[in-house]
Nanobody, 118 residues
Framework: VQLQASGGGLVQAGGSLRLSCAAS?????MGWFRQAAGKAREFVSA????????LYADSVKGRFTISRDNSKNTVVLQMNSLKPEDTAVYYC???????????????WGQGTLVTVSS
C-alpha cells in the first residue's frame, strides 16, 4: 500500500489547515504522526476502518478532527486553532490495528510540512 499526503502549508496561529492522505489500497487503520525539527516523531491521531474508534494525542484533542472516506481510500485531518507548536512534518501511516506506537505502522506517506507562524 502506498500513501500520499497533501495539504500542508503556512498558516497563522489560530488558523486552520486540512491534510489529506490517499491510499492505493484498503488500509484498516490510518493514522497521522508528526515530527518537528530536532524532535522525535509523535502520534497525532488514528482511526479504524469503520470509524468506530478514534484516538487523539492530548495535545491536539478538541482542535483536530480525523475522518475517512473508505470509498476513496482517503483519510483527512482537519486542524483548527493551530498553534506554533503544531509546526512539523506530518505523516500519514497505515496499520492493521489501532495504536499510538509508530513502530506498529507498516505503511508511511512521504510527509507534508505544516508551518504555523505566531
Amino acid at each position: 500500500v502506498q500513501l500520499q499526503a497533501s495539504g500542508g502549508g503556512l498558516v497563522q496561529a489560530g488558523g486552520s489547515l486540512r491534510l489529506s492522505c490517499a491510499a492505493s489500497g484498503r488500509t484498516l487503520i490510518m493514522g497521522w504522526f508528526r515530527q518537528a525539527a530536532g524532535k522525535a516523531r509523535e502520534f497525532v491521531s488514528a482511526i479504524t476502518w469503520s470509524s468506530s474508534t478514534i484516538l487523539y494525542a492530548d495535545s491536539v484533542k478538541g482542535r483536530f478532527t480525523i475522518s475517512r472516506d473508505n470509498s476513496k481510500n482517503t483519510v483527512v485531518l482537519q486542524m483548527n486553532s493551530l498553534k506554533p507548536e503544531d509546526t512539523a512534518v506530518y505523516y500519514c501511516a497505515g496499520s492493521t490495528y489501532i495504536t499510538r506506537s509508530s513502530s506498529q505502522y507498516s505503511y508511511w506517506g512521504q510527509g507534508t510540512l505544516v508551518t504555523v507562524s505566531s
